[in-house]
């Protein structure tokens, strides 16, 4: 039995769960979700918690039962706390800005790069040197993410670039100068 999938998803106050057929629906305080998962797959609500079961131990459903149930446990947690993503702008003159519902970046570059926001997500710059990603769906906010992050990779010589704050940066020694002779 998976360890992660027979774990049992509790239910929040003020969070609304329903499935209908192959639909997981869920609605909470930040908004709305919905997830089309594997009919294969048996997701009961049940009295404060909802439980994923497989119908066989083949190995296809032995694979989905824990995504299906990591699945439905980040929806729960998206339209309760929502998800975020810190990144960090590192070098001279790099720098991010938000002007209405974009995301203004000089990253370099002979020109500004920017980005509007997508639905579902909003991003906020607190600082010049930090972006913070926020939203209910967590593959939205990590893709996201990873499009700012790509704008302008880390280098390993200097650390220039964009990261993610937990994000470690293996540095990497410069040319050594001719010695001597």
Do not use: C
Not at 74 to 100: H, I, P
């Amino acid at each position: 039995m998976s360890r992660i999938g027979r774990l049992p998803i509790p239910i929040p106050d003020g969070v609304d769960v329903s499935v209908n057929g192959g639909i997981v629906s869920v609605k909470g305080p930040k908004g709305s979700l919905s997830l089309n998962y594997v009919k294969d797959m048996i997701v009961e609500v049940g009295a404060g918690a909802i439980v994923v079961k497989r119908p066989s131990d083949i190995k296809k459903h032995k694979s989905l039962h824990g995504l299906t149930r990591t699945l439905i446990a980040n929806m729960v947690t998206g339209v309760t706390q929502g998800f975020f993503k810190e990144l960090d702008v590192n070098g001279v003159g790099y720098r991010a800005s938000k002007q209405e519902n974009k995301l203004v970046m000089a990253l370099g570059y002979s020109y500004q790069v920017v980005m509007p926001e997508i639905d579902g997500i909003t991003v906020e710059v607190p600082a010049a040197n930090k972006i913070i990603v926020r939203g209910i769906d967590k593959q939205k906010v990590g893709q996201f993410a990873a499009e700012i992050r790509s704008k302008r990779l880390a280098e390993p010589y200097k650390g220039k670039g964009i990261k993610y704050s937990n994000e470690v940066i293996r540095r990497k020694a410069g040319k050594a100068g001719k010695g001597k002779k």
